[in-house]
């Protein structure tokens, strides 16, 4: 089992940049691929961006591509997301999961397949 702990997050300028933290408890950090997903105010949770065990592989929304890069150090049990040239859109609750029993290299999009979740943590885009 592993818990998850979202930090960074906080109002930011459109146009700016913002990177999110998500730490991991536990040693067995790099048996999960990881995952962000956000939800705004009266919207249903959607995928960011996720990441292999190894670090390889990244895939994104197309909302996000090109302007977020989501990264791991498994050293430090530590999830990053990247947020550049943010937009007022992406206002929202963002989370961190974990997913267990995925390959080394497979980035997994489906929020069904993460099993552990963090709290959230705000971020506020204002232009």
């Known amino acids: 089992q592993v818990q998850l702990r979202e930090s960074g997050g906080g109002l930011v300028q459109a146009g700016g940049s913002l990177r999110l933290s998500c730490a991991a408890s536990?040693?067995?950090?790099?048996?999960?691929?990881m995952g962000w997903f956000r939800q705004a105010p009266e919207k249903e949770r959607e995928f960011v961006a996720a990441i292999s065990r190894s670090g390889g592989s990244t895939d994104y929304a197309d909302s996000v591509k090109g302007r977020f890069i989501i990264s791991r150090d498994n050293a430090k049990n530590t999830v990053y997301l990247q947020m550049n040239s943010p937009k007022l859109e992406d206002t929202a609750v963002y989370y961190c999961?974990?997913?267990?029993?995925?390959?080394?290299?497979?980035?997994?999009?489906?929020?069904?397949?993460?099993?552990?979740w963090g709290q959230g943590t705000q971020v506020t885009v204002s232009s």
């Open positions: 999961a974990g997913a267990p029993y995925a390959m080394w290299t497979v980035t997994i999009s489906g929020a069904s397949r993460y099993v552990y």
């Open positions: 536990g040693r067995t950090f790099n048996s999960y691929a």
